[in-house]
């Protein structure tokens, strides 16, 4: 189950890089690389590949991915003076090894706030708040909610 999804993760991100206008990284709990392909001039599709920082105790790694779509609230940012708020909704993914292994997975809500820096270049910073659902070592149905800040550079 844990090779199937994360095949099926890495294919979705493999076969989306082509496509992919913007890459980034972000910083909150862990640290994210992500790819951003976006799908209007409002709207994108982002795939993530994290590592919690939080997990790297008592001899377990825990890595994961996320794919999430993002929306903007205002197609103008020019009226909030280059701020541009979004939304979006996600699905993460998180596997535990070493010291017991476990199966994690977040839908979320998030919200954002992007400032376009220069035309290739912007930052952002955003929250999410949503439910882990865990199977394995340490297993139940627990609240999450994630805060970061990070910087997307579009691709020429």
Same mark, same amino acid.
């Given at each position: 189950m844990k090779k199937t999804l994360l095949g099926l993760l890495a294919l979705s991100a493999v076969s989306t890089a082509a496509a992919a206008t913007s890459v980034g990284a972000s910083v909150g709990s862990g640290v994210s690389l992500h790819l951003q392909n976006d799908l209007t001039g409002s709207s994108a599709m982002?795939?993530?590949? #994290? &590592? =919690?920082?939080?997990? *790297? #105790?008592? =001899?377990? &790694?825990?890595?994961?991915?996320?794919?999430?779509? &993002?929306?903007? *609230?205002n197609a103008n940012d020019a009226? &909030?003076?280059g701020l541009n708020p979004y939304y979006g909704i996600g699905l993460g993914a998180d596997v535990g090894l070493g010291a017991g292994s476990s199966l994690s997975l977040t839908p979320q809500g998030i919200l954002g706030l992007r400032y376009n820096v220069t035309p290739p270049l912007s930052i952002f910073v955003e929250g999410s708040l949503?439910?882990?659902?865990?199977?394995?070592?340490?297993?139940g149905v627990t609240p999450a909610g994630n805060a970061r800040i990070g910087l997307n550079y579009r691709l020429p």
């Open positions: 982002r795939y993530s590949l #994290n &590592l =919690n920082a939080t997990n *790297f #105790n008592y =001899n377990r &790694l825990s890595v994961g991915g996320s794919v999430d779509y &993002l929306a903007d *609230f009226a &909030l003076g949503g439910v882990k659902v865990t199977v394995g070592t340490g297993g």
